[in-house]
């Protein structure tokens, strides 16, 4: 499968996903069965990605890589410790940016897949915190 066509998938379960719901539901078969789909694109989405390295840093360190190499030249890792640091909190409100961050980073997410998820979800990206 190549990316565009995980993309695609993704958009297209994303779309499905409206059933009834304003977000995730616990207790909803449709939505567990289409989050479990979603995370499994997601894993191969960011496993064939371009410049993808699995993060082994820490968010107090990826916070000063960005500071040092700014945000144009920050890897993932560090732009998303910028994101959870700023307009995180505004977007989806009291979270710590930190367990954010490290939730999204184990669950392989992207800076760019986080703010999506911002707008898309706020308890998902809450979640995030207890992973």
């Not at 499905?16 to 078969?29: K, M, Q, S, V």
């Not at 360190?61 to 890897?75: F, I, Q, R, V, Y």
């Not at 640091?85 to 669950?107: C, D, R």
Request: hydrophobic letters at 45%; a negative charge; glycine letters at 6%.
């Amino acid at each position: 499968m190549y990316l565009a066509e995980l993309r695609a998938a993704l958009a297209t379960i994303h779309a499905r996903w409206e059933h009834g719901h304003d977000g995730l539901t616990p207790d909803c078969a449709l939505c567990a069965d289409e989050q479990a789909e979603v995370r499994a694109l997601t894993a191969i989405s960011y496993a064939l990605s371009p410049n993808r390295t699995e993060t082994t840093m820490t968010y107090k360190e990826a916070l000063a890589e960005a500071a040092k190499t700014g945000a144009d030249h920050a890897t993932d890792a560090a732009l998303m410790a910028l994101f959870c640091k700023g307009p995180l909190q505004t977007l989806v409100g009291a979270v710590s940016p930190q367990l954010v961050w490290e939730g999204a980073q184990k669950e392989g997410l992207s800076t760019s897949e986080l703010g999506a998820l911002c707008l898309r979800d706020v308890m998902a990206v809450s979640n995030l915190q207890w992973l």
